[in-house]
């Protein structure tokens, strides 16, 4: 038997009032609650490491929640050390937004150094012109406060560390993999070299999906000292965004995956959804469109001439939400009762916490120029006052001017990296929505036998794009879509790399 201990925990956060919903550019309210969004905490140690995996159904977990939750822990529970936390989010956009920081906000207090459309482009409009808000989440008494929020998630969160270390007892683990139909690239590719996220494929100019997808999925099975599964982690390179647009509070597929498997393995098992790295990927298949049931309320989602398609149901809609979930837990299932292998004995277990500094995507003045003249070009072609819509059209021009003036002040971005070895396991964190190219890199050079790879942990630091996605354009790749650019991408993988190569000596 092994030494290890594990401990699990899981809080509601779903707020007892109605939210704004996190995700869009259009602001939204929800209307009920499809399912309750939680918290799931699994605490790992072995008398001498530990760590503390947290998965959170929220659209990201931002660097100031994390220093909260970790200040509101500390000296709560003994041994302990906040340090070895990693609070991860599964994407979905069906959650309630909160007061977030990113490096880029750290290193200002002016609202130029904004990420946010709508903070930027208030900032530039001119005297007598206002925003206005598509759905009253300011100020609204129906609605629960981003303030109010924040403290019950730092209280949930911090709640569910605690109950997970405290309850840590004898057991074991399993690693096991399987494979399900989940995510596809979401980029579409133009004969003009272009690109646009959920781009429209049906025409003659269309060229190619930009990127592969990956169906794998990278699993735990957790058993107790009765060698019953207390819990399974789940790794895929897949955001939760099947109901993106709806007007409800849901763990998106995660909680129809959950549904099924409590209901094979008992309603006690424990769930931890860990995204990999994604950025480039949806549930969406931009081949087989199928046009959603909902109004999906984008500008960015315009399909001229649709087609109807023999197909999966539209990934926007619960019909998709609940396909997705069945193939993911159908599949888990299955790889259980196909036969696990033995438990690992005595492993090796390490955590490295590293603090990577990487360039700071830059804007030239060039780009700076034309974006000051698109902005005002397009306020004095749509005079009066602006929306959701607004921000969307010029999204790229406000993300150059925000990010010209952030670089005057900031080169790096400093990010907090997880490196870990669990047996002939490796994890890997990063806080970004990084592109498929950069998780497959690291996955095929690790010398471990199986790598976890969990995106949008301990940080929010927006796409992390592919020097071809750049290229190309559009949402996910403008300078205002993420911190990063290729570069350091690159600069990433070639440092996780080295630190997980580390941590397996013996493997040549």
């Known amino acids: 038997m092994s030494t290890l201990k594990f401990g699990w925990a899981e809080k ?15 602001e939204r309210i929800s209307e009920y609650v499809e399912k309750p969004i939680t918290v799931t905490a699994l605490a790992i140690d072995d008398g001498t490491e530990q760590a503390v995996f947290v998965s959170c159904d929220l659209v990201a977990v931002s660097i100031n929640l994390v220093d909260s939750v970790r200040e509101a822990i500390a000296g709560k529970a003994e041994g302990l050390d906040p340090m070895k936390v990693m609070i991860s989010a599964i994407h979905t956009h069906t959650a309630p937004v909160y007061p977030r920081e990113n490096q880029a906000k750290r ?3 002016n609202a130029a150094f904004s990420t946010s459309s709508r903070v930027i482009l208030e900032s530039l409009l001119p005297p007598g012109r206002k925003y206005i808000e598509s759905a009253p989440v300011t100020n609204n008494p129906d609605v629960i406060t981003p303030a109010e929020t924040y403290t019950l998630l730092v209280e949930r969160i911090s709640a569910a560390i605690i109950e997970a270390w405290e309850g840590r007892k004898e057991g074991s683990f399993t690693n096991a993999f399987g494979r399900a139909s989940v995510g596809h690239c979401r980029r579409a590719v133009y004969s003009d070299g272009s690109a646009q996220m959920w781009g429209d494929t049906n025409t003659a100019v269309f060229e190619e999906i930009e990127c592969d997808s990956d169906d794998g999925i ?13 819990g399974i982690v789940a790794n895929i390179a897949c955001p939760a965004q099947c109901v993106q647009h709806r007007l409800f509070v849901s763990p998106d597929y995660w909680g129809e995956v959950k549904v099924r498997l409590r209901k094979y393995f008992g309603e006690e098992l424990y769930l931890l959804a860990l995204c990999a790295p994604a950025g480039c990927q949806c549930p969406v298949d931009l081949v087989r469109w199928v046009v959603p049931e909902s109004d999906v309320n984008d500008p960015n989602i315009e399909h001229a001439h649709p087609l109807k398609r023999k197909a999966d149901p539209s990934m926007f809609d619960i019909s998709g939400m609940k ?17 696990l292998d033995d438990p690992q004995k005595d492993p090796v277990f390490e955590h490295k916490v590293e603090t990577m500094q990487l360039p700071l995507r830059r804007a030239t003045m060039a780009e700076y120029n034309k974006a000051c003249r698109g902005v005002k070009e397009y306020l004095a072609e749509h005079p009066g006052d602006v929306n959701f819509y607004d921000a969307a059209k010029m999204q790229v ?7 010209y003036k952030l670089q005057e002040v900031m080169n790096v971005v400093p990010i907090e990296s997880h490196i870990l070895r669990l047996g002939t396991v490796a994890f890997a964190t990063n806080p970004f929505e990084l592109f ?11 010398k471990a036998e199986q790598t976890f790879l969990i995106q949008l942990c301990n940080g929010a630091e927006g796409y992390l794009p592919t020097v071809k996605a750049e290229k190309g354009g559009h949402y996910s790749a403008f300078i205002s879509s993420g911190e990063c650019g290729h570069e350091g991408g ?7 790399l080295q630190e997980i190569q580390e941590l397996f000596p013996e493997v040549e």
Do not use: C, H, M, W
């Open 436 to 446: 498929l190219k950069y998780g497959n890199q690291i996955r095929v050079r690790s």
């Open 218 to 230: 990278e699993l735990l099975f957790i058993k107790d000292a009765e060698g019953k599964i207390s």
């Open 490 to 496: 690159e600069l990433y993988v070639r440092e996780t």
């Open 323 to 339: 396909v997705t979930g069945r193939r993911i837990a159908t599949e888990i299932i299955a790889v259980y009762e196909e036969g």
């Open 397 to 403: 021009d406000l993300g150059v001017i925000s990010r």
């Open 12 to 26: 509601s956060i779903t707020p007892d009032k109605k939210v704004s919903l996190a995700g869009q550019f259009a």
């Open 107 to 109: 290193a200002g207090s």
